[in-house]
């Protein structure tokens, strides 16, 4: 079983940065996309970002320019940068990932979830 725990979310104003992490643990042998999805009140889940294990990312149009994604495969931890922020970004941000956890086992994992709130 693989575990993703987000962090930094908070309540910022509008112009402001925040970052955030996910860290996943347990029994993994490699994985292979992390990504960003985030999900506003009586919205569905979207995607924000992903990085795939060598480096390649995809952004949503909305955020391009202004938000980046990272990771550290030693760590098992993927890292969203948010710059410029909008109200329009507030919602609450999840982490994802799937790899492996054994030869020929696949997980797919979510985290629990943290909150970005952005003021006017």
């Known amino acids: 079983q693989v575990q993703l725990v987000e962090s930094g979310g908070d309540l910022v104003q509008a112009g402001g940065s925040l970052r955030l992490s996910c860290v996943a643990s347990?029994?993994?042998?490699?994985?292979?996309?992390m990504g960003w999805y985030r999900q506003a009140p009586g919205k569905q889940r979207d995607l924000v970002a992903a990085?795939?294990?060598?480096?390649?990312?995809a952004y949503a149009d909305s955020v391009k320019g202004r938000f980046t994604i990272s990771r550290d495969n030693a760590k098992n931890t993927v890292y969203l940068q948010m710059n410029s922020l909008k109200p329009e970004d507030t919602a609450v941000y999840y982490c994802?990932?799937?790899?492996?956890?054994?030869?020929?086992?696949?997980?797919?994992?979510w985290g629990q979830g943290t909150r970005v709130t952005v003021s006017s």
């Open positions: 994802n990932a799937d790899g492996l956890t054994k030869p020929g086992q696949n997980f797919a994992s």
């Open positions: 990085i795939t294990r060598d480096g390649s990312i």
């Open positions: 347990g029994r993994i042998v490699s994985i292979n996309a």
